[in-house]
């Protein structure tokens, strides 16, 4: 079966899973497109198409006013075309349902197998811009959800997006659930004090609350906490983080370190005790964490992981044997748990240890890859 392969982005740090993806399907894979691709081939071997490339004649006279802008969709189906009119595929991939539907006039036309991955943000139907306030989605979204569905197999990432899609309608027989895989890290060392370090990383949006985070730590500390807190990532509220860390009582023991590569984040979990967020509804958007990589990548590190009771992360985390959950804005509640795991060694460690044993069995790169083979035979 060959597979055209399309997303917006595989190439940024946050979207890790996609490349991992693309490696479980490669043998499969005619072309990847992508949306600003900077790359002709993936890994010296799969074709890579730029589904924004503007001709340059187009773009001459767009610059000089002699015609008007195309929408930025209308771009993509037309170069979406040009290479299907020259690689010939069986199935259309396509991550997240918000970019399918840029693309409806061609996936909805189409003679071939078709499957969209949802992810969260895509299925949020009450969703609202963060600057405006306005509704992302209007009733033609959720209608074409509902219509591509009677001739693509959607794939939810979690129990909670499935649940978003039978909320409007789609049928339960036309929805495939299947989690991300991550590999296992190698087993980290072993603290047998009670001076931890606590690791925040993943974007700095409100639905993973890492502001609250910072006021977590800071409530832990007054009650006695020993340790140091690092906030890796990057979004629309590190300003605000950075303000919190500056005003802090606590501001040296707080580090803020940006936008990190997958190693650094690998390292970042090695040298960590606990990993944290406040997972939440974010008040600005509606959006909630639907699935968490970030949180199953914690665990293959061994970490205990403390965050707040929403979305998916209810599932991938076991309340009391892998790490805790709390009710989202309870900061007070957050802070005791991170306090009780740092005065606890030997309970971060069997946390940690069962953590990696079901990322062994429910989270493995091994499962998804499973997955997406029955997904491909059954779409």
Same mark, same amino acid.
């Given at each position: ?12 740090f ?14 499969? %894979?005619?072309? %990847? ?16 198409v ?13 610059k000089?006013?002699? $015609? ?16 299907l ?28 197998k ?55 309608g ?13 590999p ?10 009670? $001076?931890?370090t ?5 974007r ?10 910072? $006021?977590?730590f ?60 406040h ?11 639907a699935?968490?990589?970030s949180?199953i ?19 991938? %985390? ?26 606890n ?8 240890a ?13 499962q ?12």
């Amino acid at each position: 079966m060959k597979i055209a392969y399309i997303m917006y982005n595989y190439q940024a740090f946050s979207e890790l899973w996609l490349q991992r993806q693309i490696a479980m399907l490669r043998e499969n %894979i005619a072309f %990847i497109a992508a949306v600003d691709a900077r790359e002709k081939k993936w890994n010296n071997d799969i074709p890579v198409v730029n589904l924004g490339y503007r001709s340059l004649i187009n773009r001459i006279m767009t610059k000089i006013g002699l $015609k008007n802008r195309q929408p930025s969709n209308e771009i993509y189906v037309n170069n979406l075309i040009s290479v299907l009119d020259e690689i010939s595929v069986d199935l259309i991939f396509v991550n997240f349902m918000s970019f399918a539907y840029d693309l409806r006039s061609i996936i909805l036309k189409a003679d071939s197998k078709i499957i969209i991955h949802t992810h969260g943000y895509d299925i949020t139907w009450d969703l609202l811009d963060r600057n405006t306030g306005v509704a992302v989605y209007d009733r033609k979204y959720t209608d074409f959800v509902k219509k591509i569905s009677g001739k693509a197999l959607i794939i939810a990432n979690s129990n909670y997006s499935k649940k978003s899609l039978l909320d409007i309608g789609v049928p339960e027989n036309k929805i495939m659930t299947k989690n991300f895989g991550v590999p296992l890290e190698p087993q980290k060392p072993i603290n047998n004090t009670t $001076k931890v370090t606590v690791l925040f990383l993943g974007r700095l949006i409100e639905c993973k609350g890492p502001d609250l985070v910072i $006021k977590a730590f800071e409530l832990a500390c007054d009650k006695g906490m020993n340790g140091d807190l690092i906030i890796a990532g990057g979004g629309n509220l590190e300003f605000e983080c950075r303000k919190l860390r500056e005003e802090s009582r606590y501001k040296e023991k707080i580090k803020l370190v940006g936008v990190v590569s997958p190693e650094q984040g690998e390292a970042l979990r090695q040298s960590a005790d606990i990993f944290t967020a406040h997972n939440c509804k974010s008040s600005t958007t509606n959006q909630v964490e639907a699935f968490g990589v970030s949180i199953i990548e914690a665990m293959a590190a061994g970490l205990p992981v403390v965050t707040g009771a929403s979305g998916g992360v209810t599932h991938s %985390i076991v309340d009391g044997e892998t790490g805790y959950l709390f009710t989202s804005g309870d900061v007070e509640r957050h802070a005791n748990l991170l306090l009780k795991l740092a005065d606890n060694p030997s309970l971060r460690q069997e946390m940690g240890a069962r953590g990696r044993h079901r990322v062994r069995i429910e989270f493995s790169m091994e499962q998804e890859a499973k997955c997406l083979r029955e997904a491909l035979r059954i779409s």
